[in-house]
């Protein structure tokens, strides 16, 4: 379907469905998808794909694990809570980036919004709008990309936006901690558990095959092979930190983030019904970070941390800057020091794939074979702690992608790529 200049390139209705059956059937000769990955950016881009009557096979070394003793994909213990633009994912942000950035966000705030309204589709999903508040230790005047940034918010189409300074006392929120302003939107707050466990069913009532399977090396060296075991015509590479091997993207590099898990029922504290934020880009250190984000009706997430070039996940409750994150957010929120750990699930760690030039969307710019053919893999990784945020955006961009490869289009920089028109007036 055509869209002008200023139509999201992706909405709900027109152009994906929640229900189980594919918006547009494939047929025999329908081109063949094979998807690597299966987190969210894989499992939304292999939904988008679906519905466009693509055959989409999908492989992953792992899927989402619901058992409180086994380890968890990072999809599901990322916090999930919206932002504009999310917040940085690489070393290194550039204009490109940051234009990309916008975009996949507002696409992918319209449609979990979509998702939302609809009081059964909510439920199964465990998608919610709820009130996001976001702090400052400044007035937002004296920082002008902080200015620039709200004005944008204003101007997005997100809903519910209000700025006040009520929202400190409203909210519970120590003045003394520093804050002196503050702003306040819907936006769209995940239960990841909950919605990678419907994200799975939902591609396999589309007709998604889904296998488990771990690939190790260069998708240049290996793409003749794979495309030819899965009758593939396009590889779709959304793997995350992998991108290191699977890409030779050797800027590829770890981000380490926990959280702590508290009952939010209303017994040891008044119960938090809005996302509490101080972001990264307005911390007193930007590894150091306020997040507390009311996951589901019981239990409200308390964070955060960012460390780059950390691999291990030896990080425990009493570690050092997990016992710091605590001190901090009680700091800003009094009422948690009462607060109780959730018995069942205390604590959760993961590593966020960030990239040193933020989010790859790209088809692959290197050459295959001695003929030098063009390469039919397209890369989505990178998202760093941001895969909700731009899941559908990054989707609708994979897949204008695959339309390009199929036409036998030369492969283009991210630089070149989309609709500039609709970036800008993001």
């Known amino acids: 379907m ?26 025999h000769s329908s081109p063949r998808v094979l998807v690597i990955g299966g987190g969210v950016t894989g499992l939304v881009t292999a939904w988008v794909l679906l519905d466009h009557g693509y055959h989409v096979t999908i492989i ?8 409180p003793n086994r380890p968890r994909l990072t999809s599901q213990i990322a916090g999930a809570l919206w932002e504009f633009p999310p917040a ?20 992918a705030y319209h449609i979990w919004d979509a998702i939302a309204a609809i009081p059964a589709l909510s439920a199964v999903t465990g998608v919610r709008m709820l009130p996001s508040d976001f702090y400052f230790l400044h007035p937002i005047e004296e920082d002008p990309g902080q200015l620039s940034k709200m004005n944008e918010i204003m101007a997005s189409g997100v809903r519910g936006f209000r700025r006040s300074t009520d929202l400190i006392k409203e909210r519970n929120v120590e003045p003394s901690y520093g804050v002196v302003d503050a702003y306040e939107l819907l936006a769209p707050v995940i239960d990841t558990d909950q919605c990678m466990a419907w994200l799975m069913q939902l591609v396999q ?5 889904m296998i488990t399977e771990t690939v190790n090396g260069d998708l240049l060296d290996l793409e003749d092979e794979l495309r030819d075991r899965y009758d593939a015509d396009v590889i779709v590479n959304a ?66 941390i960012a460390q780059p070039d950390k691999w291990n996940l030896d990080l425990t409750q009493d570690s050092p800057e997990v016992k710091k994150m605590r001190e901090r957010c009680e700091a800003f929120h009094p009422a948690l020091k009462n607060a109780k750990l959730d018995a069942e699930y205390p604590f959760a760690q993961g590593l966020r794939p960030a990239r040193g030039r933020n989010v790859r969307v790209e088809r692959e710019q290197r050459r295959r074979g001695s003929a030098k053919k063009p390469s039919m893999v397209i890369h989505t990784y990178g998202h760093g702690g941001s895969g909700w945020s731009f899941s559908f955006g990054c989707a609708a961009d994979v897949m204008a992608l695959v339309k390009e490869a199929m036409l036998d289009m030369r492969p283009h920089a991210m630089e070149t790529f989309g609709n500039l028109t609709f970036k800008a007036r993001l």
């Open 2 to 27: 055509a869209h002008n200049m200023y139509s999201p390139p992706l909405v709900m209705w027109r152009d994906l469905t929640p229900n189980g059956a594919t918006l547009h059937a494939p047929d």
């Open 60 to 67: 992953s070394k792992s899927w989402a694990s619901f058992h």
């Open 88 to 107: 940085v994912c690489g070393k290194h942000t550039d204009a490109v980036s940051l234009a990309h950035s916008k975009k996949w966000s507002m696409v």
């Open 205 to 209: 009532a589309k007709g998604a095959i």
């Open 239 to 304: 793997t995350g930190l992998a991108g290191t091997q699977l890409a030779g993207d050797e800027t590829c590099y770890p981000l380490r983030g926990a959280l702590l898990r508290v009952v939010n029922d209303g017994t040891s504290f008044p119960k938090v019904d809005a996302a509490l934020t101080i972001g990264a880009d307005a911390a007193r250190n930007s590894s150091e970070f306020i997040f507390l984000l009311p996951r589901n009706d019981n239990i409200l997430l308390v964070g955060g």
